[in-house]
């Protein structure tokens, strides 16, 4: 993804000091996958592997995401991942509301670049920031919402999936779902 609009986002991303997860940070994690990809996932936040290595969704959560997007055939190559907030937040809490805010002109641009046609919030804090305050995971994923053009869903986030294996089957029809709206096909009801 070589092009000075993106070169100049992930720099700014990298020297980024517009809340304190700037201190604690090792490094950055703008996000990564297809420029222009019909999909994005948006997560929530870099976690200890993520961290160390600059890049998302690359630990224990990650590597089950790779499979849930094996399932319906997609990889990597096909989508474009990032998170809300570019920086870990310490202890893997969940980002501030001050964060999120600071951070999300950073994913606005991200849209903008990639103009996704699907957006997939992974878990309660990525859909309670794009679709709406208290987003309810459970009761709320797989329901699609539309924001600025844009389909929105929400599923499970992986790391939700890791603790707890019955939610496998509802991520499962979500990415049954996103996979099929991506190719403009008839949805079936699902819940
Ligand atoms: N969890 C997230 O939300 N994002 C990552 O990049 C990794 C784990």
Redesign the pocket.
């Known amino acids: 993804m070589r092009n000075e609009q993106w070169e100049k986002l992930y720099e700014e991303i990298g020297d980024c000091r517009l809340c304190g997860l700037c201190q604690t940070r090792a490094h950055a994690?703008p996000g990564e996958g297809n420029p222009q990809a019909e999909i994005m996932l948006v997560?929530?936040?870099?976690?200890a592997?993520?961290d160390a290595t600059g890049?998302?969704?690359?630990?224990r959560?990650?590597k089950l995401l790779d499979k849930m997007l094996d399932a319906v055939d997609l990889t990597r190559e096909d989508v474009y991942?990032?998170?809300?907030v570019k920086c870990r937040p310490p202890q893997?809490r969940n980002p501030s509301p001050e964060e999120m805010r600071a951070c999300l002109p950073y994913l606005r641009r991200q849209m903008e670049l990639v103009q996704p046609r699907i957006v997939v919030c992974?878990?309660k804090?990525?859909a309670s920031c794009l679709m709406h305050e208290n987003f309810a995971i459970t009761r709320e994923r797989g329901v699609w919402q539309t924001l600025e053009g844009r389909d929105v869903i929400a599923t499970f986030?992986?790391?939700a999936l890791l603790r707890d294996d019955r939610l496998l089957i509802d991520a499962w029809r979500d990415m049954q779902a996103i996979k099929t709206r991506s190719q403009g096909l008839p949805q079936e009801e699902h819940g």
């Open positions: 994690v997560g929530e936040g870099p976690g592997d993520e890049r998302p969704f690359v630990g959560a990650g991942i990032c998170n809300v893997n992974l878990g804090v990525a986030h992986p790391a």
